[in-house]
């Protein structure tokens, strides 16, 4: 990941003033015997030429560089229907900078002027730095690439740094565009031909004109090096060699003598126009992102938090987000935290929230995802909804003017659950929060649903798993983009907001959810004290659950007592392949079993946060716990290994 500052005026240009203020238009002229409308993004000229009958749902060719070489193509195009647009970005390389110009002409077309949603993407020479930079942050948005002799790796052109001759006028300019020294420079690891998994799982179609001897872009360098990757991961890729006909600049130019042939490319990947279902179906502003954006555009610091399970843990949406955000806001620093473990839901959020993320720091903008784990851990409703406004009412309280973001994602439950016509429990509840507190929300779950339904994609080929493939991943980031392009665009001349908190959506929520060090139970001497718990067998583990302190106790008949305060109490454990059986009570009252091997014990040690009791009384309490002298079948043991133990305050 990069961060990329560009000048006060460039952040200001996109920051403060609304799309509509931003684009002015000119006289039209003509083009090649056809109405060009022309007009500017900023300060950067641009235009769109117009079919005399355009084709069902307005596809088009996005030209990147060069707009007037080699056109009998768009010419063919024009004739059978195609709008032609281009945007110039003078050199700027394909810099996060020249992205955001890309974006704002993409809306406005689309938005404004209702072309499809996937233009044809035209790339001549260092064009493809363009092309494929635009294509991988959007390989939804994107019909099909063609390419002429592209440049796809810097180093190549304008560095120099293989066969090819580079050009070090041009490499001073990239520097220059890019805000980087040479080492940056020569280290950077996204150019075209890096990071085509979300393209090529889109299986957007890429063709390649190419001279057989160029030497100014050598194909060993940047062409072959990208189809051979691409087609590796799934995506379809041809090559077109140029062999006829007078070739100059060293191999660079060439004559195109098949026009109408490549035109068809075009035609046949970007007509009939496919259509998808909006993003904003599964987007719900309400109160927006005023404070966080206002807090983007002002030149501060900034903190964006990911609270979630392994969905946010593992690389992929959360990455394209922080890389989103670093990109618009080059003039803010921002620091994001990825407070996200693995098999954790909104129970283990509650009481962790403190530790794992507030204690870091002011947060301005919280992602909260726990809707998959939420099914997984099996949590009633109630204690659901209690742990969901616990974390909202609680991160306020730290934060009056965070904003927070609720998700809910995917898995094949609450698809099965869309399909019979419900709505999932665990959406229901992140909907209710969120609608109670005014909190933009979007529901993946039924996202992926409806796009299955409608034959969009499959689970089994496209997005596999609930931990989503490049094509989920791509998915889910595409519509978080949405929401922010949405909530910027409406509230970029928005003053903060000022934060209220409505009275609790329900008594004794887990607003005050904290842990509670294991040093404050009372244990027996079956019980040990581990200052740093490692496994003795072969199973996985979770981080942040390893390598911690313990107290454990492998011997039934172990007891302890937990004296403390407040209204919830409950504890997180690892529960392995030897995990036991434990009784409990509170105050002395009704002795209750817990067993806690899971289905997942006989191959992790699965962090395990258990609620012994969510509605007590204020005031002071005394929590009984024995490990008892049997077990699951499955186990192996009658252990019982506490990390932390959760409590409620008053």
Not at 51 to 67: D, H, I, M, N, T
Not at 93 to 119: E, H
Not at 135 to 148: G, L, T
Not at 456 to 482: M, R, V
């Amino acid at each position: 990941m990069y961060k990329i500052f560009c000048s006060f005026a460039c952040y200001i240009f996109w920051a403060t003033v609304s799309q509509a203020q931003y684009v002015k238009s000119s006289v039209p002229d003509t083009w090649k015997g056809f109405q060009r409308i022309n007009f500017s993004i900023g300060d950067h000229k641009a235009y769109y030429v117009e079919p005399k009958e355009p084709l069902s749902g307005k596809p088009w060719v996005w030209r990147s560089s060069f707009p007037d070489w080699h056109t009998d193509m768009d010419s063919i195009l024009l004739a059978k229907g195609f709008h032609i647009a281009y945007v110039s970005v003078d050199d700027q390389f394909g810099s996060p900078y020249a992205m955001q110009v890309w974006d704002r002409f993409y809306l406005y077309l689309t938005g404004m002027k209702g072309l499809a949603s996937r233009p044809a993407l035209e790339a001549v020479s260092r064009g493809g730095l363009y092309a494929y930079g635009w294509a991988k942050r959007n390989p939804d948005k994107v019909s099909c690439i063609y390419a002429e002799a592209p440049v796809c790796d810097i180093k190549s052109w304008p560095g120099g740094k293989g066969s090819g001759k580079g050009d070090s006028t041009e490499w001073k300019k990239l520097l220059i565009a890019m805000h980087w020294d040479e080492q940056q420079a020569l280290t950077f690891r996204d150019n075209p031909v890096d990071n085509l998994e979300g393209l090529a799982s889109f299986k957007v179609p890429v063709l390649h004109v190419i001279g057989q001897d160029d030497k100014i872009v050598p194909n060993t360098e940047n062409t072959y090096v990208l189809t051979q990757r691409y087609i590796a991961l799934g995506g379809p890729a041809a090559v077109y060699p140029v062999t006829d006909g007078p070739r100059q600049l060293e191999g660079h130019h060439f004559p195109i003598r098949k026009a109408r042939e490549f035109a068809d490319f075009i035609y046949r990947n970007s007509f009939p126009v496919n259509t998808s279902l909006s993003y904003k179906n599964y987007i719900t502003i309400r109160g927006g992102l005023q404070n966080s954006f206002k807090l983007f555009t002002g030149k501060k610091e900034a903190t964006v938090g990911f609270l979630g399970g392994s969905i946010t843990h593992n690389p992929g949406w959360r990455e394209k987000v922080s890389l989103y955000l670093s990109e618009r806001f080059p003039e803010t620093k921002f620091r994001f935290i990825e407070a996200a473990i693995p098999s954790l839901g909104s129970l283990a959020h509650s009481f962790r929230l403190q530790q794992d993320l507030l204690d870091s720091g002011k947060v301005d903008l919280m992602f909260l995802e726990a809707a998959v784990n939420d099914r997984g851990s099996g949590i009633d409703s109630v204690t659901e909804l209690r742990a969901l406004e616990g974390i909202v009412r609680h991160a306020k309280r730290s934060n009056p003017a965070m904003d927070i973001i609720m998700m809910s994602f995917a898995d094949t439950y609450k698809t099965a659950d869309y399909a019979k016509g419900k709505i999932p429990l665990e959406v229901f509840n992140h909907e209710l929060v969120a609608s109670h507190y005014n909190l933009p929300s979007i529901n993946l779950a039924k996202e992926v649903a409806d796009k299955i339904k409608e034959g969009e994609f499959s689970w089994d080929d496209d997005f596999k798993d609930i931990h989503p493939s490049p094509f989920g991943q791509e998915l889910y980031f595409a519509t978080i983009k949405s929401l922010f392009q949405d909530a910027f665009v409406t509230q970029e001349n928005e003053r903060n907001v000022k934060s209220s908190r409505p009275a609790a959506l329900i008594p004794a929520s887990f607003t005050k959810g904290r842990y509670y060090n294991i040093r404050n139970g009372k244990p027996d001497a079956k019980w040990t004290y581990v200052p740093n718990w490692k496994p003795a067998d072969h199973l996985s583990t979770r981080e942040g659950f390893v390598n911690v302190p313990m107290l454990v106790s492998e011997q039934p008949g172990a007891s302890l007592v937990l004296p403390f305060r407040g209204t919830a109490v409950g504890m997180a454990i690892i529960s392995g392949a030897d995990a036991g059986i434990i009784s409990y009570s509170i105050d002395k009252g009704q002795v209750k079993e817990l067993d806690l091997y899971t289905e997942y014990s006989s191959w992790l040690h699965l962090p395990y946060y258990i609620l012994f009791e969510g509605d007590l009384k204020r005031g002071s309490h005394t929590l009984t716990l024995t490990v008892l002298d049997k077990k699951n079948q499955n186990s192996k043991g009658n252990a019982c290994r506490v990390v932390n133990f959760l409590v409620n305050d008053n």
